[in-house]
């Protein structure tokens, strides 16, 4: 979504509900490794990877 947009972060951010930006830019870097601006340059260094060979824990 941020790569093919051309609306900004802090749009984004409200369209999806978060009220600040940067609580919807700790989610996003907790959720892909990267900052919503990187992903938005296109950036694709340091994305995470998902193992799933492990479980996680129960929260």
Request: with cysteine; glycine share 6%; net charge neutral.
């Amino acid at each position: 979504m941020l790569e093919l947009s051309n609306q900004s972060i802090n749009d984004i951010a409200a369209n999806l509900g978060y009220k600040s930006p940067a609580s919807f830019d700790r989610h996003f870097k907790a959720f892909t490794g990267l900052t919503p601006s990187l992903t938005a340059n296109g950036s694709t260094e340091c994305r995470r990877t998902t193992d799933t060979s492990e479980p996680r824990p129960a929260a």
